[in-house]
């Protein structure tokens, strides 16, 4: 399925989340990914998705840059409007709407953005799990999401180890 950039942002020093515009609705539970081709690049590239979990005309993918990496590189030239492929959903590592009780999410680095996904459809349906998340980073500079996180927290939406 064709998409087209709608928008980018720099999450980290080395980290990009890309908004894109479906030619068609896809329908993906939080926790799945999908493949990312470019025109120019032989390879597809498995990519989270990190908006949350529906049927939808848009998803965002967070993709930390390799710039020594074959893929990322040429990723990191991708601009608004630009056209991608995408090919998916894919995975089995999702979270359900009927999940009840309290979660614990974990993870290190650009693993957040599966995360992002299941955290983002929990609050955007209003269930009622508690959500706790330990989040290992190198250094304060590569926290994704950091600001949102941090609004989280202080709605008390998010307890953050």
């Known amino acids: 399925m064709k998409a087209t950039i709608s928008d980018i942002k720099q999450e980290t020093h080395d980290v990009k989340t890309l908004t894109l515009d479906l ?11 999908i493949r ?10 498995p990519f989270s998705i990190s908006s949350s979990g529906e049927k939808s005309k848009q998803i965002t993918i967070t993709m930390k840059i390799y710039h020594d990496g074959q ?3 040429e990723a990191n030239k991708l601009n608004i409007n630009d ?3 995408i090919d998916g959903p894919y995975g089995h ?3 359900e709407k009927e999940t009840k009780g309290d979660i614990v999410l974990i993870a ?5 953005s599966t995360l992002h996904s299941i955290l983002r459809f929990i609050i955007d349906n209003k269930l ?3 959500i706790n998340i330990i989040y290992s980073v190198k250094t304060q500079k590569d926290i994704i999401y950091e600001e949102e996180i941090r609004e989280l927290k202080k ?5 953050v180890f």
């Open 71 to 73: 893929f990322t590189k």
């Open 108 to 112: 290190a680095g650009s693993g957040m």
């Open 83 to 85: 056209q991608v492929e």
């Open 93 to 95: 590592f999702i979270f």
């Open 23 to 33: 030619d068609e609705s896809l329908k993906f539970k939080s926790g799945q990914f």
């Open 155 to 159: 709605m008390k939406l998010l307890l």
């Open 128 to 130: 009622k799990n508690n």
């Open 36 to 45: 990312l081709g470019l025109s120019h690049v032989d390879i597809m590239k």
